[in-house]
């Protein structure tokens, strides 16, 4: 392969949507890939000076400033295996250092009071847990429970703590505590079994307890106000077929509405006295975040498969342009419906040029509750100039679509999610658009497991697969994985593996490995919490005692890389063992 387009496109220098202080709104903060690896930025407004805080091997991911801007915190893991402590370190350089003595753990939350109150979340062995540090005192944990649970935030007089949990068992759909700091409960929130709520933060109004809550008491994710001080709820019921999110104006009189709907996005400001939804001019595609100013503009992250993307604001200003070149520009997605066995189907195409039927690539997305959007896509971008199709299918277990269509996966663990797969697989060959010689299963994350799992259980409809951090061994992987992530299996199969092990076994891509026909490849990241190495190993012996060709890339880092070259040279060896093994090299 050449150094062309493609490889442009992933050195192309980035940046996120920037967070600011809340008492110093000129003071922001971001990341950026700029250095080659993506690391947490300071950026002071007023004399447009811009630092790059932190230079890790493996990268930094997590970072935000303390209300008032003089402190930057960032959390600092072990090459990339998420397991760490957080540190600080003043705004305009200087050493960093531990923010807390609490012991490594994985993060649960952080929330920084204008006092100085610090609140930490916790995970690990020791279940979940939220604990208080005032200035100068020693940390009090005020909760603690031996599942999921995560801190959700601090309202503004400090004296209200929203905690995310799953005490009932369920972590796919978790209910809310209010707690004060001396950890007494306040109120709790919680609609039944099957149905989530989730803390979006407090009102930004000084002695407003107001929390601002996820629900989806109707079949699709939704928004209330809620008071527990004294039990009073509001449900802000939109006029809109998606689903919808928000975050506060800084005054506290209106919300930052967040639509959702096939895959696109959208914006509008409510007003939370007169009822008005007033929709917020944006292009069509998608928005990577949205934050309101003090000034009562909008900043955003848009972004849509065409083009690169780009930080706006409602002024009409781009408010963070990134250093050298931008990337090259890709082709745009087309939408496909297709009527599946659990109902219609919405994929994304992307074509190359010509006429078809093309190789195709079927990327199929992670989470599983994550979606495919109309997004600007390095990956995607490589394949299509290499030739293929790409094909990205929400299938049922997806979000965007409806709480009915994000949980049928529970019936059946991947193997829902293939079936919807393989209805559209056999769409596009129809069509004419895929050759079915030349289809390619391909993901990462959850997105690997259902490729392990769909040349298994389908293996007469694949020519070669490529799966990056794959679950590929179900029980060991839960033997292995972070804890919060063992309690989002339990939900998901509804146990643990010695609870019931047949459901595990049906859903493990290892279960069906003596069918596999197809040329494998496996990336893998040797320090994975998620996706652990050893059970891939498992998968990869059995593939070696069965005689089945094969290949796996490792890398020394954890659930994929921040490092740009790095993750080059993953793209550069997926998209060459692809075209090997389809005669296309």
């Known amino acids: 392969m050449s150094d062309e387009r493609w490889k442009q496109r992933f050195r192309a220098a980035r940046v996120s949507l920037p967070g600011w202080a809340r008492e110093a709104p000129e003071r922001s903060v971001f990341r950026s890939n700029a250095s080659g690896t993506w690391e947490i930025y300071t950026w002071d407004r007023e004399t447009g000076e811009q ?42 350089g200087g050493e960093a250092v531990p ?9 649960a939350g952080l929330a920084l009071g204008r ?41 503004r007089d400090e004296e209200l703590i929203a905690v995310g949990h799953s005490e009932h068992g369920d972590s796919r759909h978790p209910a809310l505590k209010i707690l004060r700091p001396d950890g007494s409960v306040v109120a709790e929130l919680w609609d039944g079994p099957g149905k989530g709520v989730g803390p979006s933060g407090f009102s930004p109004v000084e002695g407003d307890p107001r929390l601002l809550v996820d629900h989806e008491r109707r ?13 009073e709820e509001r449900e802000l019921v ?10 506060w104006f800084p005054d506290g009189r209106s919300l930052l509405v967040s639509h959702g709907y096939e895959a696109r996005d959208e914006l509008f400001r409510y007003d939370l006295e007169s009822g008005e939804l007033a929709r917020i001019d944006t292009p069509r595609g998608s928005v990577g975040g949205a934050t309101a100013r003090p000034d009562g503009t909008v900043e955003y992250g848009f972004t849509c498969a065409a083009e690169p993307p780009v930080i706006r604001s409602t002024t009409g200003a781009v408010v963070l342009t990134p250093p050298g070149e931008p990337a090259p520009p890709s082709v745009p997605v087309e939408d496909l419906w297709v009527e599946g066995p659990g109902g219609r189907i919405h994929a994304l195409v992307s074509r190359p040029e010509g006429e078809g039927p093309f190789p195709t690539v079927f990327d199929v997305h992670g989470g599983p509750t994550a979606q495919d959007v109309d997004a600007f896509n390095p990956g995607t971008a490589a394949w299509v100039d290499h030739g293929f199709a790409v094909v990205q299918v929400n299938y049922r277990g997806s979000t965007g679509y409806g709480s009915a269509w994000r949980d049928a996966l529970e019936e059946k663990v991947g193997l829902i999610e293939l079936e919807d797969v393989k209805a559209v697989r056999d769409e596009v060959v129809r069509t004419g658009l895929a050759d079915p010689e030349k289809l390619v299963l391909a993901g990462g994350s959850w997105g690997g497991y259902l490729t392990l799992l769909g040349i298994g259980t389908q293996p007469d409809d694949w020519s070669v697969a490529v799966a990056a951090v794959p679950v590929a061994d179900y029980v060991a992987a839960y033997e292995d994985e972070m804890e919060a992530l063992q309690a989002f299996d339990r939900s998901l199969f509804g146990g643990s593996p010695t609870e019931v092990p047949d459901k595990y076994r049906e859903s493990s891509p290892i279960t069906y490995v003596e069918s596999v026909k197809v040329p ?9 919490p998620r996706c652990p190495i050893r059970q891939i190993d498992n998968y990869l012996a059995r593939l070696t005692e069965l005689g ?13 890389s921040l490092v740009i070259e790095e993750r080059l040279k993953q793209v550069e060896a997926e998209i060459g063992f692809a075209m090997k093994s389809l005669g296309l090299a």
């Open 51 to 92: 630092r790059q805080a932190t230079s890790r091997p493996n990268g930094t991911l997590m970072g935000g400033l303390d209300p008032y801007g003089r402190e930057l915190w960032w959390f600092a893991d072990t090459d990339g295996d998420e397991f760490g402590v957080w540190m600080r370190q003043p705004f305009e």
């Open 99 to 107: 923010a807390t003595p609490l012991e490594p753990s994985y993060p």
């Open 115 to 155: 006092s100085g109150r610090v609140l930490v979340g916790r995970s690990g062995r020791h279940g979940s847990s939220v604990h208080l540090i005032d200035p100068g005192g020693e940390p009090v944990t005020i909760y603690e429970h031996a599942e999921n649970a995560y801190l959700g935030g601090l309202s």
């Open 219 to 231: 079949g699709k994710e939704e928004l209330l106000l809620w008071n527990p001080l004294t039990g």
């Open 238 to 247: 939109f006029d809109l077929p998606g689903e919808v999110g928000a975050s």
């Open 520 to 528: 494998v490849l496996i990336l893998a990241g040797e320090n994975d």
């Open 548 to 560: 089945v060709p094969h290949d796996v890339y490792r890398y020394d880092a954890g659930h994929g």
